[in-house]
């Protein structure tokens, strides 16, 4: 679980097409039976929301579900009320029906640190930053919830520990999509003996490649901007290189999985988004190492991208 940045705005139509309309259709229907399902059609608002990332398992999902974190058997006059949606994926939310609210600990409240993934064994795990009175609740949501190593999430986690180590995702783009698997990164990282000069690298490494990305980006938002679709072949990837020695920062964006040695020279994927041609691909290239060059102070270039 992480940290959910609050609040979420809600959607614009979301009163008048879902919470009026579903208190309209409560007036008329007696419990039991299950509420008109009116908030589906914010299911995409919700995701944005939580950046794509479900809001127990803490990793992008292609595609969640509106989760009523008081269902609506316990609290019927919460059915349509925006502030009681959370984004889960589907086999999460099916699996906390039974629990009643006060069994789980709310996503919304969770903060930083509060929880931890466990390298290697992929485990999520509780930490002291929980503040003592939410410590039992949050020990019976990993319980109540198969949050702490079920197989399907272990195997999730795997899957993006893997794109990271061979050089598919940057420790950005680790962090945009499993957040708690960066750190778990980092913190394997910081371990080692010269555990505060890597730490002090690991975070300039990181901050020069996240700046790189987003001046990159622009790039090639700029060309998407003007440009309906791409003709000729596609890129999806801007890379750049460098050559020299086992030494700052070389060393280290091949310690860290970021970058790729051929010999002499590293290769490194700068994360961006997107289809777009070569020549575009490589525009971005040139001013990602523009960069990593400033802010690295070793000198890179930029290579066109194709595999």
Not at 284 to 294: D, G, T
Request: aromatic letters at 10%.
């Amino acid at each position: 679980m992480i940290a959910i940045e609050q609040p979420i705005p809600e959607p614009e139509g979301f009163d008048s097409r879902c919470r009026k309309r579903g208190t309209a259709w409560l007036a008329k229907n007696a419990s039991p039976t299950r509420p008109a399902d009116y908030w589906s059609e914010f299911r995409l608002d919700l995701a944005e929301g939580f950046k794509n990332r479900c809001g127990y398992g803490g990793m992008w999902i292609s595609s969640g579900t509106v989760d009523h974190f008081a269902s609506c058997d316990e609290r019927r006059d919460l059915s349509y009320e925006w502030s009681n949606f959370r984004y889960l994926d589907g086999w999460i939310n099916s699996s906390k029906k039974n629990k009643k609210s006060s069994e789980l600990l709310d996503p919304y409240i969770v903060e930083d640190g509060w929880f931890e993934i466990i390298l290697p064994s992929l485990q999520l795990v509780l930490t002291d930053a929980i503040p003592p009175e939410l410590r039992s609740l949050a020990e019976a949501t990993l319980k109540n919830l198969p949050l702490a190593h079920d197989e399907r999430l272990v195997r999730n986690r795997r899957a993006w520990l893997k794109e990271y180590e061979q050089g598919n995702l940057s420790l950005q783009g680790l962090k945009n999509k499993a957040p708690l698997i960066a750190k778990a990164v980092l913190k394997r990282l910081s371990d080692r003996p010269e555990s505060g000069e890597v730490r002090a690298h690991a975070s300039s490494i990181a901050l020069a490649l996240q700046n790189a990305s987003f001046e990159a980006q622009a790039v090639i938002r700029e060309y998407l901007r003007d440009t309906a679709q791409v003709h000729g072949p596609a890129c999806v990837k801007v890379m750049v290189w460098a050559y020299g020695e086992d030494t700052f920062p070389l060393k280290e964006l091949v310690d860290m999985g970021l970058g790729l040695r051929r010999g002499r020279f590293v290769d490194v994927v700068v994360q961006c988004e997107g289809r777009y041609p070569l020549d575009t691909a490589f525009k971005a290239a040139v001013r990602a190492a523009e960069v990593l060059s400033e802010h690295l102070g070793h000198q890179f270039h930029a290579a066109d991208g194709r595999d």
